[in-house]
């Protein structure tokens, strides 16, 4: 299942998984996932691409927790709403984190984290266009050990990278009052 709002870099993870000719790709835009629907599909693997949507436990345990989500900060700052924009305010470093999806938000270990680096020239377009970039480069990478792991254990296994550094969370009222302000 393929879970994204539509953009060009949707259109380059689709293009990317279509490549896998043995895979079946379902993109769903405006609503969530049912477990009939996984069931009926024999859906095991859920990608969560910018979406608004919170996967509920049931549909989680439904896909063994083979959910994965594409978030555009170095966990475990800045989790939640608009982390390209808050790591501008905070001067935190920029980045992205592809993670395991559990129930809580941006909080599922990590498969992929990069630093992105921009340019004092770079505006926040440029900034979302380099992340997202970097998200598919990612995903191109650790994908082929995702199948592999779903393929032999019906589980994603592989190696996550820890981090000890201490997070924040960023409500979507934060980030409204925000974008007010610039």
């Given at each position: ?91 935190f470093l920029f980045g992205v984190t592809i993670h395991l999806i559990n129930e809580k938000i941006d909080a599922g270990e990590y498969l ?71």
């Amino acid at each position: 299942v393929f879970f994204s709002k539509k953009n060009i870099f949707l259109n380059k993870m689709l293009t990317f998984l279509k490549s896998y000719k043995n895979d079946k790709v379902f993109l769903l835009k405006k609503k969530l996932p049912t477990k009939s629907f996984l069931n009926k599909k024999k859906i095991n693997f859920l990608i969560s691409f910018h979406n608004g949507f919170i996967l509920k436990k049931n549909i989680l345990k439904t896909l063994n927790y083979n959910c994965i989500n594409f978030h555009s900060a170095l966990l475990p700052k800045n989790r939640g709403a608009d982390p390209i924009l808050f790591s501008a305010a905070k001067k935190f470093l920029f980045g992205v984190t592809i993670h395991l999806i559990n129930e809580k938000i941006d909080a599922g270990e990590y498969l992929y984290q990069k630093r992105v680096n921009l340019s004092k020239y770079d505006n926040l377009r440029k900034a979302y266009n380099k992340h997202e970039n970097e998200s598919i480069k990612g995903f191109k990478k650790i994908y082929p050990n995702i199948k592999k792991d779903i393929s032999k254990y019906n589980r994603i296994k592989f190696k996550k990278i820890h981090r000890k550094i201490k997070g924040n969370f960023v409500s979507i009222a934060q980030a409204t009052k925000l974008k007010k302000l610039l």
